[in-house]
């Protein structure tokens, strides 16, 4: 299983501010799959450019590239709108 | 002396400013800036969310470039998080230094980056029904006034 | 809401705020200043001087452009004269605004015109003798940066 | 008498915050007049174009075009250092 954490209005496409994605302790997930696991509305928000993803909380430089195992939390981060 | 945390309950900058002040003897000047929720156009309440692995670091990183570029004694960053009501302030920063000019540009440089480079998510409940608040070119023009 | 005086004995900027703040209600960023006498070498008290048919009149019209060159709720410019200790406050401008950059260009500006275009003059005692503070290149720069 | 008012670093020349300059009723003071009732060091460090007047209150425009009668209040005024 993989955690998956939405912050911003991408919660708001899931009804749920994280989800649990069943995933065999053997087997990874790269960007494809994960998308493929999430439900539509949110999968497609992820294409725009200025969302960013987090794997146990460190950044990555790029998305496309994400590899998850079993036990991660991996973080959905859309524009932000501090101060 | 450095101050950066994030306020899960409603804060008082007053309190913080005093403290801060005594905590940076010698400084010839301070400069502070405080954000309240604004009474905009039937805004209910306002609530901001973080990510707690990324938001914190990434304050103190700020705190970290704000003291590389800028003469400082004290940074004090403070941010809200959770629900709000307008009046209620968001944000405090206050920077301590022995010249005016450090201390009143390290507030600037420090809010450009918390408005539009810090992980903040935020929403206002406007007719009972909450709305994300989208980033503006605003934000993005002042942030770019400090690069390159 | 405008408050601009001259003050004669020490002043705790802390006092000014909370109800400078309190009396501009729906503001969005509050930016206050504070100088104080430091404690350079040997600094053993400094005195300000100044022309009384001209300074408190010149802040006015500081004001009158700060009002009319930002979009300002309130503004607050307190400034001692007479004779001060090192680590006491010398001044303390606060803006406040509906948005950020309004308030924090305000104290800047305001600051650079209080420094190096109002009527005041500083003298250093050191070592039992007391010097005239000349003007800086730095403050004529600082100056420059508004005009045109 | 005119009262000549002297502020920063100009008091130190004259050893004293203002001077009670003697005049008739009926003559004027012009620039060069003043200058003239002034001591030397003071008269001289009036010519720094940086040096100000104001006659009763109101900043001269060009402080060589000063003119001053009996009862005004002459303020000579040198650069300024606040904040």
Partial sequence: ???IVLLGKLA???DAPSIALPLPRSAGLDWEGLKAALPTPLAEALDDPRVRVAVNGALLPDKMK???NAGDEIALLPPVSGG | MRHI?????MFI???????FTQANPGLGGVCTFVGEVRYDQGVEALELTHYEPLT???MHELADRAFARFDLMGLLMVHRVGLMRPGEPIVCVSAAALHRRDCIDAVDFCMDHLKSAAWFWKRE???G???WIEPRAQDAADLARWQG
């Fill in chain 1, 1 to 3: 299983m993989a955690t």
């Fill in chain 1, 12 to 14: 708001d496409l899931a």
């Fill in chain 1, 66 to 68: 994400l590899q998850a």
């Fill in chain 2, 5 to 9: 945390r994030l306020a899960h309950q």
């Fill in chain 2, 13 to 19: 900058p007053g309190t913080l400013i005093g403290p």
């Fill in chain 2, 56 to 58: 914190l670091p990434g």
């Fill in chain 2, 125 to 127: 409940k406007r007719g």
């Fill in chain 2, 129 to 131: 029904q909450w709305h």
